[in-house]
């Protein structure tokens, strides 16, 4: 049985399939902004022993600093919680369970093929998947992202068919 047909059957049966945060991915990019911090920390204390703290650089040392903290915290509450999450239901596509971060079926114009670059083995590429809404002027395209799903290509495939029926007249 196909991805698809596991992810057809899961949503014929609970109403929705979720999917969560790959914890592969989070490690990581764990592991990469734990390397980025140890090393902006270094430098830093390196510079303020050497009393070499002084003007833009010594600014930009320690909003470099903030920012590899800020990632890393994100990245570690991701691998507790494993969210944000993507569900996909009769109703549409969303990320997380705000409802606004997503478009309803009659609210999407396309999903387009899976572009970006692609990465090693097991979905740790820079891919993602543009979900089109109608409204370009007031929307903006919902990006669906390895962080969540393996195999693009077999999603956006799997999203087209879904939208197609969701959106067709049917024969009643």
């Known amino acids: 049985m196909s991805t698809a047909d596991t992810w057809s059957a899961e949503l014929a049966s609970t ?3 979720v999917f969560p945060q790959r914890r592969k991915r989070l490690w990581i990019r764990g592991a990469i902004a734990a390397l980025l911090f140890g090393n902006s920390l ?6 303020i022993q050497a009393d070499d703290m002084t003007g833009v650089i010594a600014v930009l040392r ?3 600093l903030s920012a590899f903290v800020y990632l890393l915290a994100i990245t570690i509450w991701q691998l507790i919680t494993r969210r944000p ?6 109703t549409g596509i969303r990320r997380g369970k705000n409802t606004k971060s997503g478009y309803t079926w009659q609210q999407i114009a396309s999903i387009d093929d899976p572009s970006g670059v ?3 083995t097991g979905g740790l590429g820079l891919r993602s998947v543009q979900v089109q809404p109608v ?3 007031h929307s903006t395209a919902l990006g669906i992202t390895h962080d969540n799903v393996v195999d ?17 007249p049917t024969d009643d």
């Open 85 to 90: 999450t993507l569900t996909v239901d009769h």
């Open 62 to 64: 320690i909003t470099s």
């Open 42 to 47: 270094w430098s830093l204390i390196a510079h």
């Open 15 to 17: 109403g929705q399939v």
């Open 135 to 137: 409204d370009r002027h």
């Open 152 to 168: 693009l290509d077999e999603l956006s495939t799997w999203l087209r068919t879904l939208h197609t029926r969701q959106t067709q």
């Open 118 to 120: 692609f990465g090693l």
